[in-house]
């Protein structure tokens, strides 16, 4: 589906790191200093998924096929990005793309990093991002309404559209950002022209040293106050570390590295699966002795929806869905052993997927 999250950030506080850390088939630039990071690294990354293991344990299948999600690596932003300063317009072009904003914050001291902005303070930095994107969204709205105002006098649908902008305007100018204001309906369908960057879903990456990896530090904690009040979520880790495990060739490497800092899994792993949430993705699976396979979907799509992923005939002649629930699945072994408990069920048009569903559609050619 093409889905993308992109990385932002202020300069030096880890975006390219992580990348390199996160993407399975790129590798971003890494450098102490400004800018380093100008035209979007993009990669795509398997999203880790326990069922689809469990799955190919049960099924056996000649090959296993996760989903994926791809994540961009954008441009650091400053202080005025929004007036053109740094390589502001190229950022906010950049970030204009994706569907959803992985948004990484500095919460370690390190003086041999660069940091023109003073003491580390994640709020403060946190605040610079989204004042920049907010006025950015300030001007969109703004150039909507002197378009909207000329015909709003005699257009019924033109004056609904420009109250919900004018609500927007004010909005904005009180610092706020537009996905807080849960527009729905035609309040979404009237800005859905100008793409609003705060509209996004966002999530935090609270980029710690290595002491603070499983419980954060002080600045982790602030901004997951903050993140907090607005519906957000952190995600603690150290970008450094995380790019070492990704460089480990075996799991038992693995194994002892997150032995010495006493974790359980890769905060990439936590991330990843965040991101996906994020974009309001769900995986439903097919299992065969050929291949066992996770598709992504949109939450609340129906049954010939989810089939045109795997090719656009099977919605366009759409009879069925077979459909077994993960648990069923798992619990008695194999399609055949839930067919035979009266766990298979046969699904119409007007079912929507649920997350974990095993499926096997029949259409006409």
């Known amino acids: 589906m093409a889905l993308q999250a992109g990385i932002v950030g202020l300069p030096n506080v880890g975006k390219s790191t992580l990348f390199n850390a996160v993407s399975n088939s790129a590798k971003a630039q890494a450098s102490n200093y400004r800018f380093c990071t100008i035209e979007p690294n993009v990669g795509q990354v398997d999203v880790p998924d326990e069922r689809l293991s469990k799955l190919a344990e049960l099924v056996q299948p000649n090959r296993v ?161 903050a993140a907090h009040d607005e519906g957000a979520e952190v995600i603690v880790m150290n970008n450094s570390i995380e790019a070492q495990i990704t460089e480990l060739e075996t799991a038992d490497d693995k194994e002892l590295f997150f032995s010495e800092y006493g974790l359980t899994e890769p905060g990439l792993n936590r991330l990843i699966r965040a991101a996906y949430q994020l974009l309001n993705l769900v995986t439903y699976f097919t299992a065969g002795v050929q291949e066992v396979r996770a598709w992504t979907i949109h939450r609340g799509w129906k049954a010939p929806q989810a089939a045109s992923v795997i090719h656009t005939d099977f919605e366009k002649g759409f009879i069925k869905a077979e459909t077994i629930a993960y648990k069923d699945f798992v619990q008695y072994g194999s399609e055949a052993a839930c067919r035979e408990n009266g766990k298979l069920r046969i699904e119409g048009k007007e079912y929507v997927v649920q997350d974990g569903d095993i499926l096997h559609f029949r259409f006409n050619v």
Do not use: W
């Not at 400053?78 to 502001?88: I, N, P, R, T």
């Not at 940091?115 to 004042?131: H, S, V």
């Not at 950015?136 to 609904?160: F, G």
């Open 65 to 225: 096929v996760p989903t994926t999600i791809e994540f961009v690596d954008i441009a650091g932003l400053v202080k005025g990005a929004s007036q053109g300063e740094g390589l502001g317009n190229k950022f906010l072009a950049n970030i204009r793309e994706v569907d959803a904003i992985v948004h990484v914050i500095r919460c370690f001291e390190d003086e041999n990093i660069l940091r023109d902005e003073g003491d580390i303070n994640p709020i403060a930095d946190k605040e610079i991002i989204d004042t920049e994107l907010q006025l950015k969204d300030l001007d969109s709205v703004e150039k909507k309404i002197q378009r909207t105002e000329k015909v709003a006098k005699a257009d019924p649908k033109a004056k609904r559209v420009l109250e919900t902008l004018l609500k927007c305007r004010e909005h904005l100018f009180q610092g706020k950002n537009i996905r807080g204001m849960n527009l729905e309906g035609e309040d979404l369908e009237a800005i859905a022209d100008i793409f609003l960057l705060t509209q996004k879903p966002v999530l935090y990456v609270a980029n710690v040293d290595e002491v603070a990896i499983l419980k954060g530090n002080k600045y982790s904690d602030v901004l997951v106050k």
